[in-house]
Nanobody
Framework: QVHVVESGGELVQAGGSLRLSCVVS????????VGWFRQAPGKEREFVLH????????DYADSVKGRFTVSRDNATNTFYLQMNSLKPEDTAVYYC???????????????WGQGTQVTVSS
């Protein structure tokens, strides 16, 4: 069984930066990709970005392009979401997902973490 655990969410001021972590464990082989999604109050969960397991192919939502980046620690299967120039509209619960199909559709992803809250104050 795959375990996905996010961490790093907190309150930050607009214009600030934050780094979220996603630790993936429990599989004997790597899934095809890792995705980040977010859900703001009263809204549906939306795509933020995804990347291949080796982090060499990436896709970003237009709303975060140029501000968010991803990286991977190969030794620990930890995936990082670096968020810069944060805006109040980035406020949401951020979820990490793993799956065999790289897609912007949240229904395509197999396993999810519990989420971590990011709040950006104006």
């Amino acid at each position: 069984q795959v375990h996905v655990v996010e961490s790093g969410g907190e309150l930050v001021q607009a214009g600030g930066s934050l780094r979220l972590s996603c630790v993936v464990s429990g599989r004997s082989f790597g899934p095809l990709g890792v995705g980040w999604f977010r859900q703001a109050p009263g809204k549906e969960r939306e795509f933020v970005l995804h990347m291949t397991w080796t982090a060499d192919i990436r896709d970003y939502a237009d709303s975060v392009k140029g501000r968010f980046t991803v990286s991977r620690d190969n030794a620990t299967n930890t995936f990082y979401l670096q968020m810069n120039s944060l805006k109040p509209e980035d406020t949401a619960v951020y979820y990490c997902a793993v799956g065999r199909i790289l897609s912007r559709d949240r229904k395509s992803w197999d396993d999810w973490g519990q989420g971590t809250q990011v709040t950006v104050s104006s």
